[in-house]
């Protein structure tokens, strides 16, 4: 959690308010925004931008909503999936959607777990699995932020893990085509050892020469764990980053005072 006097430094331009999908939604048309309110009222104390980002899929998504599930997760083709979630994203636009404060949020629904399009284990076994359900399923997460927020940011993490490597780019092609400008992608696996030819680097790298709006999530706190991010220096990922066309980054607190 960051601090009130970490969100203060002048070096951090906001802050990625984080939910799981379970806490804001306890029953059918039953909404509970409490969690979301309080650090969207610290933005605005201290003057700060805020990102929405709902955690869905495995140990996120309300198990009341029922239909189809696989490894914990609804399954992403899944109607009752479209349905709630959907409805939790137009609560979420009619409460935060004209707020000027808001600089984002994150395209989740179909993940398994948290807010990447990284694909559940074993799920082309699943019965009504097909790439083109799974191209259909995003493309309904997308249309559900872009009616919900339609002056906002849309930010898709991507996955190019098996097989979402096979519909990625078509699920892009939608996003770009529905949001236009307001379309942004991100990898959530930024580092300062991050290879320049390593696929998932590859392809945010050529769609910001595109002139897609592209940004990272840090892969870890470089000072808790130098050996995965490959440096005890938080602005050698970030320096990576920038050479791939990123203008934001969403660094871990411990990170912070590092900034520069």
Same mark, same amino acid.
Not at 81 to 91: N, R, T
Not at 168 to 178: H, M, P, R, S, W
């Given at each position: 959690?960051?601090?009130?006097? /970490?969100?203060?430094?002048? /070096?951090?331009?906001?802050?990625?308010?984080?939910?799981?999908?379970?806490?804001?939604?306890?029953?059918?048309?039953?909404?509970?925004?409490?969690?979301?309110?309080?650090?969207? !009222?610290?933005?605005?104390? %201290?003057?700060?931008?805020?990102?929405?980002?709902?955690?869905?899929?495995?140990?996120?998504?309300?198990?009341?909503?029922?239909?189809?599930?696989?490894?914990?997760?609804?399954? *992403?083709?899944?109607?009752?999936?479209?349905?709630?979630?959907?409805? %939790?994203?137009?609560?979420?636009?009619?409460?935060?959607?004209?707020?000027?404060?808001?600089?984002?949020?994150?395209?989740?629904?179909?993940?398994?777990?948290?807010?990447?399009?990284?694909?559940?284990?074993?799920?082309?076994?699943?019965?009504?699995?097909?790439?083109?359900?799974?191209?259909?399923?995003?493309?309904?997460?997308?249309?559900?932020?872009?009616?919900?927020?339609?002056?906002?940011?849309?930010? %898709?993490?991507?996955?190019?893990? *098996?097989?979402?490597?096979?519909?990625?780019? /078509?699920?892009?092609?939608?996003?770009?085509?529905?949001?236009?400008?307001?379309?942004?992608? !991100?990898?959530?696996?930024?580092?300062?050892?991050?290879?320049?030819?390593?696929?998932?680097?590859?392809?945010?790298?050529? /769609?910001?020469?595109?002139?897609?709006?592209?940004?990272? !999530?840090?892969?870890?706190?470089?000072?808790?764990?130098?050996?995965?991010?490959?440096?005890?220096?938080?602005?050698?990922?970030?320096?990576?980053?920038?050479?791939?066309?990123?203008?934001?980054?969403?660094?871990?607190?411990?990170?912070?005072?590092?900034?520069?």
């Amino acid at each position: 959690i960051i601090s009130d006097e /970490q969100l203060k430094l002048p /070096q951090v331009a906001g802050l990625t308010i984080r939910a799981r999908w379970a806490w804001l939604h306890p029953g059918d048309g039953q909404f509970d925004l409490a969690f979301l309110d309080t650090h969207v !009222e610290r933005c605005r104390r %201290l003057g700060k931008r805020y990102k929405i980002l709902i955690m869905t899929g495995a140990n996120c998504s309300p198990e009341w909503i029922g239909g189809a599930w696989h490894r914990g997760a609804p399954v *992403p083709w899944s109607p009752e999936l479209a349905k709630h979630y959907g409805a %939790l994203v137009a609560e979420l636009g009619k409460k935060y959607g004209g707020d000027p404060l808001l600089a984002g949020v994150h395209i989740t629904g179909p993940t398994f777990p948290s807010a990447e399009m990284h694909p559940a284990p074993g799920i082309e076994s699943v019965a009504g699995y097909s790439d083109a359900a799974m191209i259909a399923a995003w493309s309904a997460a997308i249309d559900a932020y872009a009616a919900a927020f339609p002056e906002t940011a849309c930010i %898709l993490s991507i996955s190019v893990r *098996p097989p979402a490597v096979r519909y990625l780019a /078509q699920v892009v092609e939608y996003g770009n085509a529905k949001l236009g400008k307001r379309f942004t992608l !991100e990898h959530n696996a930024l580092k300062s050892s991050t290879h320049p030819n390593a696929p998932h680097h590859v392809f945010i790298a050529s /769609q910001a020469k595109l002139g897609v709006r592209v940004g990272f !999530e840090m892969v870890c706190a470089a000072a808790n764990a130098p050996g995965r991010f490959g440096s005890r220096e938080v602005m050698d990922g970030i320096a990576r980053g920038k050479a791939a066309g990123g203008v934001y980054f969403d660094v871990y607190p411990p990170d912070l005072k590092s900034l520069r």
